[in-house]
């Protein structure tokens, strides 16, 4: 019997999705969406990775790297699938997927022990859920013996979009990679395909924890070394682990094709490609959304409260309001409650120029939406103007807001629903449905859910400025106080 494989899942989740705006935002990016099935994607790739253990095979505990801004809603949903995480990497700025991934190593190496880590971006789809882990669980084996592998996807279309891997036949299955190469234009793409030998890049690798670093080593000691710095100054709370901030801002930002695997092929380190065709879908923009959805004879796709006449090859979400279309064709709307988005199928690519756009122009919408999830519930910003703003807020069971207070408003709290427990000053209340109080500028205050019900109130508030950076924080359960 073969030896047995240790894996660790290492789940990249910090993109931001900006092609799938308006439903995908800053705060709230595609990975965490349901787009696919009945899980959010990060949750589907999650899945996929706890599945891969087989006789040899043992999977750990994931370890997921993303933002601070984020690791409670990945908490959330993990919870939800009943998935435990070994730790949440909080990454204190943006340095791509290399810096990432050796993070992700160095975590693994904490314990004396040398994994198979599996690499995967938290924002693909898989059609055929067992040939994906058939590859996955090959792949494992190729890098249990020192290789680095590469899942590379069997491309059924000149694309455009993608990388490339140029691959050879070897004797086990797993393709050596021969090169590397970039995007290719429309005439190079077509001749990729019909040369054959030629797959996409998924952004998923499998290696050895100690493989990786001492590639890096040799390819770009100048990253190793920065993220070996960011990591030694690190600090704990909990699952989350978050590298010295000052430290990572110098590390140098590069992918791990930039830095490593392209420098494989014909050095030392023995880099082979695994074939995956299993109806991957990075879901990059909204007509890669409308490929893997389920169509109706026409070609369409509806989410939500839609209503399609005389339509074809069109797809709408709503994500509340009923949205209805007459004599589209190759279009796609999406519908929230503060943004609506219509374009052209074949150019939904394009829609990272309104995003762009709309931070230019220093508006809101590309960051968040009008209803925000926080760790305690929720809340929903229904209404605004001069000097005013109404909130609906929900409150878990047993869970509480900050102990704060606000330069620039004062607030009226109105309980819906549940029993608030509402701390002013030095004044502690319990409230129930249809009761109030008022939070006067200036006074220190909270407010927590001590029942076992959801707590709904609607929060009014008056003043100067109303932004939410407006927050002096005393105490937090979340650990959000400066």
């Given at each position: ?97 290399a810096p990432a991934l050796t993070l ?98 998924s952004g998923m690798f499998v290696v ?275």
């Amino acid at each position: 019997m073969s030896a047995q494989v240790q894996v660790l899942p290492l789940i990249m989740a910090g993109g931001s999705g900006t092609r799938l705006w308006p439903l995908s935002r800053a705060g709230y990016p595609k990975q965490f969406l349901v787009l696919s099935g009945d899980d959010s994607l990060f949750q589907q790739a999650t899945a996929r990775l706890m599945g891969l253990g087989a006789a040899d095979i043992t999977v750990a505990a994931p370890v997921v790297l993303g933002n601070a801004e984020h690791r409670f809603l990945a908490l959330e949903q993990l919870r939800e699938i009943k998935v435990e995480p070994a730790a949440v990497l909080l990454e204190p700025a943006s340095r791509n997927t290399a810096p990432a991934l050796t993070l992700g190593a160095l975590q693994a190496q904490e314990n004396d022990s040398d994994p198979v880590l599996v690499v995967s971006p938290a924002d693909q789809t898989m059609g055929d859920a067992a040939a994906f882990t058939a590859a996955l669980q090959q792949a494992v084996r190729v890098a249990a013996g020192g290789a680095i592998a590469i899942l590379g996807i069997t491309p059924n279309a000149p694309e455009t979009g993608y990388g490339y891997i140029r691959s050879e036949a070897s004797a086990d299955g797993a393709r050596t990679v021969a090169q590397f190469v970039e995007k290719p234009d429309l005439a190079t793409a077509q001749r990729y395909l019909a040369e054959g030998g030629y797959s996409w890049n998924s952004g998923m690798f499998v290696v050895k924890a100690s493989v990786w670093l001492k590639a890096l080593g040799q390819f770009r000691p100048d990253i190793l070394a920065a993220t070996q710095a960011a990591w030694a100054a690190r600090s704990s709370d909990g699952r989350f682990v978050r590298p010295g901030k000052a430290e990572f801002e110098q590390v140098p930002s590069e992918s791990v094709d930039y830095a490593v695997m392209e420098h494989c092929p014909g050095s030392a380190f023995d880099i082979r490609m695994v074939p995956l065709d299993a109806g991957w879908n990075d879901l990059g923009a909204w007509d890669a959304v409308w490929q893997v959805a389920p169509k109706d004879a026409n070609g369409n796709v509806a989410v939500g409260d839609a209503l399609l006449e005389d339509s074809t090859n069109t797809y709408v979400h709503s994500s509340g309001r009923l949205v209805a279309t007459v004599g589209l064709s190759n279009v796609v709307v999406v519908e929230t409650a503060d943004a609506v988005l219509v374009a052209d199928r074949s150019r939904s690519q394009d829609v990272k120029k309104i995003v762009n756009r709309l931070g230019g122009a220093s508006r809101g919408e590309q960051l968040v939406h009008r209803k925000v999830h926080r760790p305690w519930g929720w809340y929903d910003s229904i209404d605004m103007g001069p000097r005013f703003q109404v909130k609906r807020i929900m409150v878990k069971p047993g869970a509480s807001l900050s102990l704060q207070m606000h330069h620039h408003r004062a607030e009226h709290w109105i309980v819906v629903s549940g029993t608030a427990e509402v701390t002013v000053g030095e004044r502690k209340i319990l409230l129930t449905e249809n009761q109030s109080t008022y939070i006067p500028l200036g006074e220190v205050h909270r407010l927590a859910n001590p029942g076992k019900l959801d707590l709904e109130i609607v929060e009014v508030q008056s003043g100067s400025y109303l932004g939410e950076d407006d927050i002096v924080r005393f105490e937090d359960t979340y650990g959000r106080t400066a």
